[in-house]
């Protein structure tokens, strides 16, 4: 299986100390699982513990090695965002940070559709389901240049696709930061969200949430674990959010990371402003709950060892072809 190691020597990443974790519960609503189980004349069941971890250590949104480890910048239109707007491929980037690799994530705005571009980065495949989910994440709550004020979503997340309005095999697990409000919200917001399902048009999900409208301008380590029982959600080592077993998900999943702006009302100017979202690396583990202390010791491991990416995790029994998130999932979030 695909593994890389490092040509050049790099200062190993700072990572959060892991705080005490607090038990949240939330009741949920019902849902059905629509979807089949694979048995085991179907497909043999892979051993637990198979892993992707990336460190982004990438020239480019075009270098071949992003393709070749089963990413893909978005570059295509749709939602979610402001209608009218593009992705921007090239506003994947990524940049050596002191010896560390970074992914930058850009959304940028003049203040109409066409001057707004919003940026995302997906794996090719949707294979992952139950397990371990971790990424180190830097929010932002100012733009690196220009006026302030849009209202954006930072993100993290895995999903597979609608295939139909309330289609009871859809599942979706969402980190979404908003710096400057929307959904309802004046101010920044974190949701963590488990989708069963929803429709595009008009709006309505069935979904659990969690939120914290402290400011989160910085860096963080984003966890969230699926397993037979239940969805945990962690937020630099402490326990976030737990919901129920009703939003386990029935099929594999991709993996995403995009920014864009809900609309373009929270800021009016046509001066240009950008923002941006940075990633330090990502980690799934398959079938395996790690406490958030664990995937420290993990990642750690890997960059002790010089390996910038590995990828062990099989394409299984409901493997398919991920889609941008516009298309896994139409419409624009609202809350």
């Known amino acids: 299986m695909p593994r890389e190691h490092r040509a ?43 892993t992707l971890f990336d460190d982004f250590d990438y020239t480019s949104h075009d270098d071949p090695k992003l393709g070749e480890h089963g990413w893909t910048a978005r570059g295509n239109s749709g939602g979610p965002g402001v209608p009218g707007a593009s992705w921007a491929a090239d506003n994947v980037t990524f940049a050596d940070d002191g010896g560390n690799s970074i992914m930058n994530l850009e959304a940028s705005s003049a203040g109409t559709p066409e001057t707004t571009e919003q940026a995302e980065l997906l794996s090719d495949t949707m294979k992952f389901k139950n397990g371990t989910y971790a990424a180190r994440v830097k929010f932002s709550d100012e733009p690196k240049s220009g006026p302030d004020g849009d209202r954006q979503v930072q993100t993290f997340f895995a999903l597979n696709d609608l295939t139909a309005p309330m289609a009871d095999d859809y599942s979706e697990y969402d980190f979404e930061y908003l710096p400057n409000g929307g959904w309802g919200e004046d101010d920044h917001v974190l949701f963590t969200t488990s989708y069963e399902t929803y429709n595009p048009d008009p709006w309505e999900t069935v979904t659990q949430v969690n939120s914290s409208r402290d400011s989160l301008a910085g860096w963080h380590d984003l966890v969230f674990t699926i397993d037979d029982s239940n969805i945990t959600y962690y937020l630099d080592g402490a326990e976030f959010g737990k919901h129920d077993a009703k939003y386990l998900p029935e099929r594999p999943m991709g993996l995403y990371f995009n920014h864009w702006l809900i609309d373009l009302e929270g800021q009016t100017s046509t001066e240009p402003r950008a923002y941006d979202q940075q990633v330090d690396y990502v980690l799934h583990v398959k079938d395996q709950v790690l406490s958030p202390a664990e995937v420290t010791s993990k990642v750690e491991e890997y960059r002790a060892a010089g390996t910038s990416f590995e990828d062990t995790v099989p394409n299984g029994a409901g493997a398919s072809d991920a889609k941008p998130r516009g298309e896994a999932a139409p419409g624009t979030h609202a809350r």
């Open 8 to 50: 050049r020597t790099r200062r190993t990443k700072t990572i959060a100390a892991v705080a005490a974790a607090t038990a949240l519960a939330a009741a949920g609503l019902a849902a059905n699982a629509g979807a089949s189980p694979a048995t085991p004349d179907d497909a043999p069941r892979a051993a637990a513990g198979e």
